[in-house]
């Protein structure tokens, strides 16, 4: 199946087709930076970073950029009540960020352009539009003329009355149309600027996303993401500014993935879904999430949901993820243990499948092992359905482990069937890590966060403890052990090579 995605712009899926063949351009809106990230700022560069591990597999040559709005008025704003320099708070707070993202495994991002290192590029492109007689000037304010752009509200299908100014309130006098949104701004004397052919200002925010991408990618690229909250109106306002300069396609493709939501009371009492912002309160810093739950798990959870639909973050969807995810790491330690290969590192080789088979259940797994394979790429083509391909692991994981039961690899097992489960393991962490996941065992402090190491140990001794009252044939305590770690959702499971716990 040829790689299809839904299109903001067409409202359809399309066949994806880039502008250079073999090449794939994407940019993709960061975060501003004036106060420490939530979870909904890791929701978009987790899905766009696994998309570009999946085409690159795909063979494609990929560019993904982020940007770091760190001039705003927020910003300025927030600097002022912390009685620091922007440039401080801005630095020190996408020192934050960088960090959640390497322990998230975002690591394919190319680059992390800044609108302060691009001053230059946004003032030219607001002098290409004055030209164009598109941008004009009232008391050093420059604005943008809608009345240039005939088909804006193309993307959003919102007129240009929806218009917002954004946070910084202007009078608006002297705007040719009440609608027309700030490209370059006065700066107060107490206020961080810059100079420019209309005095000393800073950019809008709008414009730094046109000449930033266009910088890194080329007036027109492939790819523009970001969260469905931006669609209007600075999406909407980047078609309209970089096309007018342009006169060409700005992107090609908009892929658009959806809003955080987080459980919380409403004035009844009752609970409900309500999505997750900062002026409601009721935000998840990022740093203090990666303190509850290992980020193997965070990536995880974003990925078992279809990008475009809301990311509904519960400690109730995060357990459930966690025991998902559970079962299929179990799967892959199972099979390390019993063959004593190392699954995670060394690709699947389906043609030693087909060597080793000798019965009706060895085909079935080779069968199995190779129709999931399919699937599983033919879900990811489908508009990138993390969601529907991540579902395909979990159903071969408990084909294999139906293979090994059936083949006791635990009591014995022939050689044969032993290399046919190492070849399937090897397989589901192949497909999990195109997307970045499933890249090495998962230790139990990594999973149990803060504490864990400790958890780990006192685990050890309990399964000691155990087994020597099930060699004194105390079986009444050896059982209370068990049902009582059992009531704290610890689970033991018994093995021909040992007892191993797991955290249900």
């Not at 000449?211 to 078609?239: C, Q, R, V, Y």
């Amino acid at each position: 199946m040829s790689l299809r995605i839904y299109n903001t712009l067409t409202r359809q899926k399309e066949v994806f087709e880039p502008v250079a063949p073999g090449k794939v351009g994407i940019y993709l809106c960061g975060p501003t930076v004036y106060m420490p990230a939530h979870i909904g700022h890791a929701v978009g560069p987790i899905i766009f970073d696994a998309f570009k591990k999946y085409l690159t597999y795909k063979g494609y040559k990929v560019k993904l950029i982020i940007n770091i709005t760190d001039v705003d008025d927020k910003i300025i704003l927030e600097s002022q009540r912390q009685g620091i320099p922007m440039e401080q708070l801005a630095r020190q707070q996408a020192k934050e960020y960088f960090e959640a993202m390497d322990k998230l495994s975002v690591n394919s991002i190319d680059e992390y352009p800044r609108a302060t290192e691009h001053i230059e590029q946004i003032i030219e492109l607001i002098q290409r539009l004055g030209e164009n007689d598109a941008a004009y000037e009232v008391d050093g304010d420059v604005y943008f003329d809608l009345s240039k752009c005939k088909d804006y509200g193309k993307l959003s299908q919102r007129r240009s009355e929806d218009q917002l100014e954004g946070s910084r309130q202007l009078t608006g006098e002297g705007k040719r149309n009440s609608a027309d949104f700030a490209l370059w701004k006065k700066s107060n004397d107490d206020e961080v600027g810059w100079d420019s052919p209309w005095g000393r200002g800073r950019p809008g925010w709008h414009i730094e996303c046109s000449a930033m991408s266009m910088k890194m990618l080329g007036e027109t690229f492939d790819i523009h993401g970001g969260g469905m909250d931006l669609i209007f109106p600075h999406h909407e306002n980047e078609i309209a500014q970089s096309e007018t300069t342009t006169g060409k396609t700005f992107a090609k493709y908009w892929m658009h993935n959806g809003l955080t939501r987080v459980k919380t009371k409403d004035s009844s009492g009752e609970w409900k879904m309500e999505k997750m912002s900062k002026s409601l309160g009721n935000v998840r810093l990022l740093k203090d999430v990666l303190t509850e739950y290992p980020p193997a798990l965070i990536r995880f959870f974003i990925l078992s949901t279809h990008y475009r639909r809301p990311v509904d973050f519960t400690d109730d969807t995060l357990q459930a993820t966690y025991k998902g995810m559970m079962n299929i790491y179990r799967l892959l330690d199972r099979v390390a243990r019993i063959t004593g290969e190392d699954v995670y590192t060394v690709p699947s080789n389906l043609g030693n499948m087909e060597n080793h088979t000798q019965s009706d259940i060895d085909r079935q797994l080779k069968e199995a092992v190779s129709q999931s394979q399919l699937r599983y790429l033919d879900g990811l083509d489908d508009d990138f359905n993390t969601a529907g391909a991540l579902s395909i692991l979990f159903e071969l994981c408990n084909t294999i482990n139906r293979y090994i039961d059936e083949s006791k690899l635990e009591q014995r097992g022939a050689a044969h069937a032993k290399q046919l489960a190492l070849e399937a393991a090897r397989m589901v962490a192949g497909l999990g890590q195109i997307l970045g996941l499933l890249e090495g065992p998962l230790e139990k402090a990594s999973v149990e966060g803060t504490g864990g190491e400790l958890i780990a140990q006192l685990m050890e001794i309990f399964i000691e403890l155990r087994a020597e009252a099930r060699k004194d044939k105390n079986f009444a305590l050896a059982d209370a052990i068990r049902d009582k770690l059992k009531s704290r959702n610890i689970t033991l499971e018994d093995r021909p090579d040992g007892t191993v716990w797991q955290v249900e």
